[in-house]
């Protein structure tokens, strides 16, 4: 498995605001994937991010709302800009080692906005 | 898209009882399938995999079965344990590297 980290555990944020959630993984990954746990409910990927590519997005997630970076094997993070109560959820990093699929996810970060 | 979802959203079971927690899906083309565990606070920790090939794959005291026929997957939990409560996912992909998520079931040990 990886040690995988993210920035900050938690927030809360007003409406209107943008929030950059940051993930850091211990060893160089190709793959890395956003998801949003809405509060009670199961994951829903927002995008996939390789290294040296433009964001993959899910149907529903758009890069204006979630624009995501990738500037090396080990770091991404993912914004949630122009933020409304509806963006309140669990927002997750994962990162998938090896070629079989496996993917580890990192602690989440918990978002409120008011 | 894929449709993961659970028979069951809560189980209750005795300590040191088994546990058997199920999942269909509805994506024939569906070839690898995950178990993942949450627990509070937490993100999802990695339990146990199976790809289409095979129909059971055992760990330390979990078993995943696997039924194509009728898209089914199970989680069965050995002498359970009160830290195995916890949220139980299981995701399927179809090779691309995107998983998908059930609803997700809450198991609680009875000590």
């Known amino acids: 498995s990886a040690v995988i980290s993210q920035k900050p555990s938690r927030d809360i944020c007003q409406r209107g605001t943008s929030l950059t959630i940051q993930c850091q993984v211990d060893s160089q990954v190709t793959m890395m994937f956003w998801y949003r746990q809405q509060p009670g409910q199961s994951l829903t990927l927002i995008a996939t991010?390789?290294?040296?590519?433009?964001?993959?997005?899910e149907s529903g997630f758009v890069i204006d709302k979630f624009p995501i970076s990738r500037p090396n094997l080990t770091f991404s993070t993912l914004t949630v800009s122009n933020m409304s109560p509806e963006d309140s959820s669990i927002y997750l990093c994962s990162v998938e080692l090896g070629t079989g699929g496996e993917q580890y996810f990192g602690p989440g970060t918990r978002l409120t906005v008011t | 898209g894929e449709s993961v979802g659970l028979h069951l959203p809560t189980l209750s079971v005795q300590e040191g009882d088994n546990s058997i927690i199920n999942c269909a899906y509805s994506?024939?083309?569906?070839?690898?399938f995950i178990w993942y565990k949450q627990e509070s606070g937490k993100g999802p920790q990695f339990i146990i995999d199976i790809r289409s090939n095979m129909d059971k794959r055992q760990g330390q005291r979990v078993t995943v079965l696997l039924n194509k026929t009728v898209k089914h997957l199970s989680l069965q939990i050995a002498a359970t344990q009160p830290g195995d409560s916890a949220v139980y996912f299981c995701?399927?992909?179809?090779?691309?590297?995107?998983?998908?998520f059930g609803t997700g079931t809450r198991l609680t040990v009875i000590p």
């Open positions: 991010a390789n290294q040296g590519s433009e964001a993959t997005y």
């Open positions: 995701a399927e992909s179809s090779g691309a590297n995107n998983l998908f």
């Open positions: 994506n024939s083309a569906s070839d690898y």
